[in-house]
């Protein structure tokens, strides 16, 4: 018997049903002819819908206006405050103000580029020494000498329980036993990052 390629027995007035009934699931509404699947029986993994009303939304929006518009208040007054005292400043005091203005910001930058490049140096310095890129963010000192003695600290510590978990991992077991056997590394990272936290 030869199949054919068509399909001749689907029911395709079916699906319309399910997604008109998934529809009206999701807005709430009844259309009366469609009834919900109960057959599944696994409440627990399906979201369950709040209900709430026009009051009570209205409620939640109105309060949350008033506090967005109570905050712009506060803002537009410190900024209307801040205007009437520059106004009152004599044209060398608003210059001294926007000179230390700039030192602020320039300072900042200095700073940010500082640690740019701190962070930077720690990252080569980690390449260096082969180790794992990882734990720079716990390494990283006030200055480079200060990184540099925290990253030989680490080493030490670092190579030393390398060491101990590849001994323990190689060590010769009994034919036939069939020992659990622990990721040395994942052990290894563990006890080095709660070391350096």
């Given at each position: 018997?030869?199949?054919?390629?068509?399909?001749?027995?689907?029911?395709l007035q079916r699906f319309a049903d399910e997604g008109?009934?998934?529809?009206?699931?999701?807005?709430?509404?009844?259309?009366?002819?469609?009834?919900?699947d109960t057959k599944s029986g696994d409440d627990k993994?399906?979201?369950?819908?709040?209900?709430?009303?026009?009051?009570?939304?209205?409620?939640?929006?109105?309060?949350?206006?008033?506090?967005?518009?109570?905050?712009?208040?506060?803002?537009?007054?410190?900024?209307?405050?801040?205007?009437?005292?520059?106004?009152?400043?004599?044209?060398?005091?608003?210059?001294?103000?926007?000179?230390?203005?700039?030192?602020?910001?320039?300072?900042?930058?200095?700073?940010?580029?500082?640690?740019?490049?701190?962070?930077?140096?720690?990252?080569?310095?980690?390449n260096e020494h082969e180790l794992p890129q990882s734990?720079?963010?716990?390494?990283?000192?006030?200055?480079?000498?200060?990184?540099?003695?925290?990253?030989?600290?680490?080493?030490?510590?670092?190579?030393?329980?390398?060491?101990?978990?590849?001994?323990?991992?190689?060590?010769?077991?009994?034919?036939?036993?069939?020992?659990?056997?622990?990721?040395?590394?994942?052990?290894?990272?563990?006890?080095?990052?709660?070391?350096?936290?």
């Amino acid at each position: 018997m030869e199949k054919s390629l068509f399909l001749s027995n689907v029911n395709l007035q079916r699906f319309a049903d399910e997604g008109e009934a998934q529809v009206t699931e999701q807005t709430g509404q009844s259309t009366g002819d469609t009834e919900p699947d109960t057959k599944s029986g696994d409440d627990k993994n399906e979201p369950k819908m709040l209900s709430i009303t026009q009051d009570e939304l209205d409620e939640i929006l109105n309060k949350r206006l008033a506090r967005q518009e109570e905050k712009l208040k506060k803002d537009f007054q410190a900024q209307r405050d801040e205007d009437l005292r520059k106004s009152k400043l004599s044209q060398a005091e608003k210059e001294a103000e926007e000179r230390q203005e700039l030192q602020d910001e320039l300072a900042k930058a200095r700073e940010e580029n500082r640690l740019m490049k701190l962070e930077s140096r720690t990252s080569e310095i980690l390449n260096e020494h082969e180790l794992p890129q990882s734990f720079k963010e716990f390494l990283i000192g006030q200055d480079e000498e200060a990184t540099e003695a925290n990253i030989k600290a680490f080493e030490e510590v670092y190579r030393a329980e390398i060491k101990k978990a590849t001994e323990e991992k190689w060590k010769t077991k009994a034919p036939g036993t069939a020992a659990k056997e622990t990721n040395a590394d994942d052990a290894v990272w563990g006890e080095i990052r709660n070391k350096y936290k």
